[in-house]
């Protein structure tokens, strides 16, 4: 399962850059490159659908990272029994960086 999120997560960050690229930031976007069909209407509906799919595709990015990150299983601290020594005394088990 963890997978296929991180599959949906790659490709919705993947699609959510080129959504970004396609819009220009001073509101132009798609209807300076159209011009007259400006008056269609067809520019409107195209400039509604790439908004919505900006805030859908970085929703999504959003809730599966969240649920990713609450379904990962944190990893289990190993017990150590403590060492004995060839004198009979114990000593803790050493501090391992793994």
């Known amino acids: ?11 919705a960050s993947i699609l ?12 132009g976007g798609l209807s300076s490159d159209f011009g007259a069909a400006q008056q269609i209407g067809g520019v409107q509906k195209t400039n509604d659908f790439i908004d919505k799919a900006t805030w859908s595709l970085a929703g999504v990015v959003a809730v599966l990272s969240i649920i990713l990150t609450i379904k990962m299983k944190s990893p289990e601290k190993v017990k ?13 088990p050493a501090n391992s960086s793994n």
């Open 16 to 27: 959510l850059v080129l959504v970004v690229y396609i819009q220009n930031p001073k509101g």
């Open 80 to 92: 150590q029994e403590p060492v004995q020594t060839e004198q009979g005394q114990t000593t803790p």
């Open 1 to 11: 399962m963890e997978t296929l999120f991180s599959i949906i997560i790659i490709l």
